[in-house]
């Protein structure tokens, strides 16, 4: 079975520039979520879903981020502008339902902006 | 707000060594606590979950214990192998599958 599939896995672009990631969750997976890591720390929620929609989005920076799931399968994150402190590794995981399910990692996006 | 926090940093062992792995939190309402184990340019691999109500897990070469009351963790790794090379994330799970991990413990088991 397939697990968590996300893409890019790595991306440079320069401040000021939009950037966008994709996250496809396993399948029948209801919950989603995406993550930010910064060097050294542990993940830090930004968003989650059920199905559709976004139960959990009070640390997600919404002056710049934004994040979609539509059809509750695939997820976009965005970021317009993008600034330097963005630089960092998104993490997108899933989970069964929510509760308290075990999340499944996937491999990262690692941002760098110039 | 929950604060996690995990002891120590890094570590380097000889192959063989059995070692303890610690993860302390600050509020004792959790649902349950993971460990999970990350290598370098990847995701998070869960290794173990321990519920509110269990005191351990086992999985292999693996022993997580949970004493709630007292907001602490800890990860055992018997004849530690380089394999095991790897940094180990603690997570609580504070409600509604909302996961707050501490900073990791960076180990190199050496052959």
């Known amino acids: 079975e397939a697990g968590v599939v996300q893409s890019p896995r790595y991306k440079i672009i320069e401040k000021k520039q939009p950037v966008a990631f994709w996250c496809n969750p396993i399948s029948g997976h209801n919950t989603l979520y995406w993550y930010l890591q910064n060097l050294g720390q542990g993940p830090e929620l930004l968003i989650r879903y059920e199905n559709e929609e976004a139960v959990d989005d009070s640390q997600l920076p919404k002056d710049r981020f934004s994040a979609e799931r539509l059809k509750g399968v695939d997820s976009t994150l965005k970021i317009q502008p993008a600034e330097l402190g963005d630089s960092a590794v998104y993490l997108c995981?899933?989970?069964?339902?929510?509760?308290?399910?075990?999340?499944?990692f996937g491999p990262g996006t690692r941002l760098t902006v110039l | 707000k929950q604060e996690v926090t995990q002891i120590p940093a890094a570590l380097s062992v000889p192959e063989g060594e059995n070692l303890v792995l610690n993860c302390s939190f600050t509020?004792?309402?959790?649902?349950?606590l993971q460990w999970f184990r990350q290598d370098p340019g990847k995701g998070l691999t869960s290794l173990l979950l321990?519920?509110?109500?269990?005191r351990e897990q086992t999985s292999g070469r693996l022993n997580a214990s949970l004493d709630k009351s007292s907001g602490r963790s800890t990860l055992y790794i018997a004849a530690s192998q380089p394999g095991d090379s790897a940094t180990y994330l603690c997570a609580v799970n504070t409600g509604f599958q909302k996961l707050v991990f501490g900073t990791g413990t960076r180990l190199l088991v050496s052959p």
């Open positions: 509020d004792s309402a959790i649902y349950n």
């Open positions: 995981a899933s989970s069964l339902e929510g509760g308290a399910d075990t999340q499944y």
């Open positions: 321990i519920q509110s109500s269990q």
